[in-house]
């Protein structure tokens, strides 16, 4: 269930237009959920635009920096222990080579993994460098669990490797 962070109190053409639409039940409260998406209203009279989500900000980002032939295991990026709270949560990779790595959610003594998946990238054609992101909502219950993401597979020589974990309340 969202948490509200808003009720129409007022009934009346707001929850009519609601309900026509199928947005919204008869008699049931309109509740505003805490994410927010930009939305304009086409060939209307009233247009509503919602702010975008703010820039990710330098103490977001997380990244051990661009490693040159990793071995296996190699850390790239670990945001450290952090706070309890609902993350959003995103991931960006690039390599010049074909390799494996592996995103984890870690435990608060951060000695085993709550949840990973291991991702595997082919650079592009013609040998072009490849990059991938992926975005997460995670909710960290305990404090001290961290993200962070490992080689799985060791790169050949002079290949470069580089991760970053952009993580936020």
Known sequence: MPRP?????????????????????????????????????????????????????????????????PAIGTNLADTGPLPVGDYTVKVIFYSNSFGSIQFQWRDAPNTASLWQMELQNSHGVGGSPAQFVMDFRIRVENANERFRVLTLSASAAGQRYQASILARI
């Open 5 to 69: 962070i808003g009720v129409v109190q007022k009934p009346g053409l707001f929850e009519d237009l609601l309900v026509r639409l199928g947005v919204n039940r008869p008699g049931q409260p309109f509740m505003l959920d805490g994410d927010i998406v930009p939305v304009v209203l086409v060939e209307s009279g009233v247009a509503f635009v919602a702010a975008p989500t703010p820039a990710y900000g330098v103490t977001d980002i997380f990244t051990i920096g661009t490693q040159v032939t």
